[in-house]
């Protein structure tokens, strides 16, 4: 008779990519999609390691569970879109040396900002959630959220010139809408009002118009939630109805500054 915990966790299996296969073909696809590692100097290599990512893929996309003519279309799929994606990831790269006075160069962007390492990884997730690709894009937003800290769901839908800086803590909810040139800062929540299954197929998160900056552990709520275009939100804020374009929105807090002089000295004990 087989282990009641082993036969119980059979009845419930489902198809569930290897997590690990997962995690190197994204780290993998990142270093080819911009020629990072100093092998790429040679194209041969690079055209090989194209389509070794392709095969590994393949490996993944069929532990999901989908059809071989769904690979296929998966597989076309990507390989159409990819040269457009690397477009729009220049492009957020641009606007972090643009931006950050910190960002020194492109290739420290690539490889020392975590914040532009989420978004490209949300942008490949992004393709294949649209492809209708089961498990895999949440276990690479799971991936990058490990390794990061900045979870964005693969649904969510964000413009160009896309500008994380920092990034720790930032959460982007499934049905957040955010515009182009939009900046945010470590801690800022994009989320719902509250968790209810019943609401899964609604909006549930807020939409960021265009131009807008959200500093730091700022927190926005709600599906019937939009910040209007040309908007900074200031540090932790927190909202939950529409903010009309070109407002400034700040959390006014007090902080008593006083000489010490006014201050008796504390009371010591010597024992």
């Known amino acids: 008779m087989k282990h009641p915990i082993y036969r119980s966790n059979y009845l419930k299996s489902e198809n569930v990519p290897d997590k ?68 729009e990831l220049e492009e957020d790269l641009a606007a972090i040396l643009r931006f950050d006075p910190a960002a020194k160069s492109r290739s420290e962007v690539l490889t020392a900002y975590p914040g532009f390492y989420a978004i490209a990884i949300y942008r490949l997730a992004h393709r294949l959630w649209v492809l209708d690709v089961p498990v895999l894009p949440r276990l690479m937003a799971a991936y990058v959220h490990g390794k990061t800290g900045i979870d964005i769901h693969p649904a969510a839908k964000i413009g160009s010139r896309f500008f994380i800086d920092h990034g720790t803590g ?17 801690g ?32 926005i709520l709600g599906g019937d939630t939009h910040i209007g275009d040309g908007s900074v939100i200031g540090g932790n804020v927190w909202i939950t109805r529409t903010v009309p374009p070109n407002s400034l929105v700040y959390h006014k807090s007090e902080i008593s500054i006083k000489t010490r002089e006014i201050f008796p000295e504390p009371l010591n004990f010597i024992i």
């Open 20 to 87: 690990i296969q997962v995690e190197g073909w994204t780290e993998e696809f990142f270093q080819w999609l911009f020629c990072i590692r100093r092998e790429y100097s040679d194209y041969d290599f690079f055209i090989q390691k194209e389509a070794e990512l392709e095969a590994l893929l393949q490996v993944v996309l069929t532990q999901t569970g989908l059809e071989p003519e769904k690979i296929d279309s998966v597989l076309q799929g990507l390989k159409e879109a990819i040269v457009l994606l690397h477009e």
């Open 170 to 186: 930032i959460v982007i909810g499934e049905t957040t809408i955010i515009g182009d040139d939009v900046k945010i800062y470590q």
């Open 188 to 219: 800022v929540t994009l989320g719902a009002l509250s968790v209810s299954k019943e609401k899964a197929a609604e909006k549930r998160h807020p939409t960021i118009g265009n131009d807008v900056t959200l500093y730091a552990n700022a927190t």
